[in-house]
């Protein structure tokens, strides 16, 4: 399996801010990697996929880049909505994984 | 509208079975690769299982492998997942979601339900 690291755990922000959100893979992915943004009591929502391609209706804000193992999620100006739990999710080889996700608070 | 609607979930006991069902509705359902995922309270997410468009192929994760099995019956435009044997740690609220390519299995998830919760508690 592959394993995936994404950091930070938890990131303190204030609105406005540019923000990163790494995921580090055990093995190289190429560019199978999508990004999801859940909100608590909510299911998650496909913010970008194959590393840097946005999904239909998601904010230019949000930018994805990397490949190999290294992969970047990028938030250019943070709105009140973003704040919210970022997961990382590698679909190279079988099994699928995700990251630990990363809990973006406002500061 | 897109949406899925899962359903089945219950309190059960350690070892015991349940089967959980997802609705689709407002796409063509037996184009696209259905997942599973689910998410353990107060945790992550964790990619349970795939199935093709047509049902012939299946994939799973290790934690699962073995003790639960997914199918679709696209002439009820659902998916199942049963599950046997089921732990403590098997706990969780579980997503189906859909895969968005068509005709094939891309690996992401574009589409979610809300999820049905599964409790393993004697």
């Known amino acids: 399996a592959i394993w995936m690291t994404q950091s930070p755990s938890l990131l303190s922000a204030s609105t406005g801010d540019r923000v990163t959100i790494s995921c580090r893979m055990s093995q190289g992915i190429s560019s199978y990697l999508a990004w999801y943004q859940q909100k608590p009591g909510k299911a998650p929502e496909l913010l970008i996929y194959?590393?840097?391609t946005l999904q239909s209706g998601v904010p230019s804000r949000f930018s994805g880049s990397g490949s190999g193992t290294d992969f970047t999620l990028t938030i250019s100006c943070l709105q009140s909505e973003d704040f919210a739990t970022y997961y990382c999710q590698q679909y190279y080889s079988f099994p699928y994984t995700f990251g630990q996700g990363t809990k973006l608070e406002i500061k | 509208e897109v949406q899925l609607v899962e359903s089945g979930g219950v309190v059960v006991q350690p070892g015991g079975s349940l089967r959980l069902s997802c609705a689709a509705s407002g796409f063509t359902f037996d184009d696209y690769a259905m997942h599973w995922v689910r998410q353990a309270p107060g945790k992550g997410l964790e990619w349970v299982s795939l199935?093709?468009?047509?049902?012939?192929?299946?994939y799973y994760a290790d934690s699962v492998k073995g003790r639960f099995t997914i199918s679709r019956d696209n002439s009820k435009n659902s998916l199942y997942l049963q599950m046997n044997s089921l732990r403590a740690e098997d706990t969780a609220l579980y997503y189906c979601?859909?895969?968005?390519?068509?005709?094939?299995?891309?690996?992401?998830?574009?589409?979610w339900g809300k999820g049905t919760t599964v409790t393993v508690s004697s």
């Open positions: 199935i093709s468009w047509d049902g012939g192929s299946t």
């Open positions: 979601a859909r895969d968005p390519a068509s005709g094939y299995d891309s690996g992401y998830m574009d589409v």
């Open positions: 194959a590393a840097s």
